[in-house]
């Protein structure tokens, strides 16, 4: 059974690198049905009802009851992860995200030389809302927070965009390791924020996952 990590960076990286082991394992004995093409639920006798003699038929159960096992494992240990990152933001200071944030702030004041927000920005729909962001990853680095509300992805904003997270995935792509601003709404603050999508020690180039908002 797995045990509770304490909500440090370092438990839950090693709880997500626990998730890479246990995929690994479910794609190993997912390739033992396929290549005897019975799948989870194929039969195992043949039409005359004796025993399939093309297979390994004990190597075969063998490896549906452990993707049976590894995939309750692997629901197990998502939900510990999703917890912890939730713990892990909930109890990071306060200090230094609102220094991360002056941080990036400050760096957007020189570049853009305009930081000021009006009514009509405050107003602007969002397009996406933060749901998870992964410690270590590009997201948190730009500062972005859990229930953040994306206004501006780059180029894409209400006006453009398609309801369509690939569209978002493709300036993610197209921009790796270059500078994209996005403008998000926290409460009732705007937020100005600096990511660079790159190659990190997680999953994709962001670390944070994103949702459509409810039209």
Not at 103 to 113: F, M
Request: glycine share 6%; hydrophobic share 35%.
């Amino acid at each position: 059974m797995i045990s509770q990590p304490q909500a440090t960076k370092e438990e839950v990286l090693k709880l997500m690198s626990m998730r890479d082991a246990l995929e690994l394992k479910i794609k190993e004995n997912g390739l033992i049905l396929e290549n005897g093409n019975v799948g989870m639920n194929g039969p195992l006798v043949d039409e005359n009802g004796f025993p399939r003699t093309d297979i390994d038929i004990y190597q075969v159960r063998q490896a549906r009851q452990q993707i049976i096992c590894l995939q309750n494992d692997h629901k197990t240990l998502m939900k510990q992860i999703e917890q912890n990152l939730h713990k892990l933001h909930k109890e990071a200071s306060e200090e230094e995200q609102h220094q991360n944030i002056s941080n990036v702030t400050a760096n957007l004041q020189l570049e853009d030389g305009n930081s000021t927000h009006n009514a009509s920005d405050n107003a602007s729909p969002a397009i996406v809302k933060v749901t998870l962001i992964s410690p270590g990853s590009p997201a948190e680095d730009a500062g972005l927070c859990v229930d953040d509300e994306i206004i501006e992805f780059g180029t894409i904003n209400a006006s453009n965009f398609e309801r369509n997270l690939n569209q978002i995935g493709a300036v993610v792509n197209h921009m790796k390791d270059q500078k994209v601003y996005l403008k998000v709404r926290r409460g009732q603050q705007l937020q100005r924020l600096l990511l660079i999508p790159k190659i990190w020690s997680g999953r994709g180039l962001l670390g944070c996952n994103i949702v459509l908002l409810e039209s």
